[in-house]
């Protein structure tokens, strides 16, 4: 399995306060990404990183914020909770190449009330 | 707008059937079309992917059906068994590296 670590796994928090999640790989891969996963929805990007402190948004960026000062680590920030960010939340990495295969984290569960 | 519309959003086949899961794409510029996996309580894993250049590609009992004129692909699972029992996202990644993912397909096997 890919060297790929979510934390926290669970947050239950109330709406405006702050969120921090914490992706951390070994793997040493360029990519790394911010996805989150709701019923009826898919997989939707939130924002991804091409390198360190080069970042771009997804397609639901709003409310979010990312900043990867290392290799190995890519932070997503809510900066104000709201109930429509109860999500789970999944960090992925890939390699640029023929494939670019994603390995996805286990994800973080939030849940703001 | 979606890029990948897939169908059908569940499933619920008997063991030993054929579950079939469609995708469809608009954008001819996307070039590798992988599926992924996902357990309950687990993030998705890469599964099969195809290239436009073939029209079928088989990886043990998982099959993509890939029709470039129809801008569509599929995937089958022969001899479909409980611990096939996920959810099934197909994608579709062009020049960028980033791949869009169609909405899921949550199957369930029944014994």
């Known amino acids: 399995d890919a060297g790929i670590t979510q934390s926290p796994r669970h947050k239950v928090t109330e709406t405006g306060t702050p969120v921090t999640l914490r992706c951390h790989q070994t793997?040493?891969?360029?990519?790394m990404y911010w996805y989150r996963q709701d019923p009826g929805h898919g997989l939707r990007l939130i924002h991804y990183?091409?390198?360190?402190?080069?970042?771009d948004k997804g397609e639901v960026s709003d409310g979010y914020s990312v900043s990867r000062s290392k290799t190995e680590d890519f932070l997503l920030t809510l900066e104000s909770a709201t109930s429509s960010q109860t999500s789970v939340y999944f960090c992925?990495?890939?390699?640029?190449?023929?494939?670019?295969?994603?390995?996805f984290g286990e994800g973080s569960r939030l849940t703001v009330l | 707008q979606q890029q990948v519309k897939q169908s059908p959003q569940s499933l619920i086949v008997q063991k030993g059937g054929i579950p079939i899961i469609n995708c469809a794409y608009e954008?001819?510029?996307?070039?590798?079309f992988p599926w992924y996996q996902q357990f309950p309580g687990k993030g998705p894993a890469l599964l099969i992917a195809?290239?436009?250049?073939?029209s079928e590609k088989k990886e043990g009992r998982f099959t993509i059906s890939f029709n470039k004129s129809a801008k569509q692909f599929s995937l089958h699972i022969m001899d479909s068994q409980p611990g096939d029992s996920a959810t099934y996202f197909c994608?579709?990644?062009?020049?960028?590296?980033?791949?869009?993912f169609g909405r899921g397909t949550s199957l369930i096997v029944h014994p």
């Open positions: 195809i290239r436009p250049d073939v």
């Open positions: 990183s091409y390198g360190v402190k080069d970042t």
């Open positions: 954008n001819t510029a996307f070039d590798y």
């Open positions: 994608a579709a990644r062009g020049g960028s590296y980033i791949p869009t």
């Open positions: 992925a990495i890939s390699e640029q190449g023929s494939t670019g295969e994603l390995f």
């Open positions: 793997e040493n891969h360029r990519y």
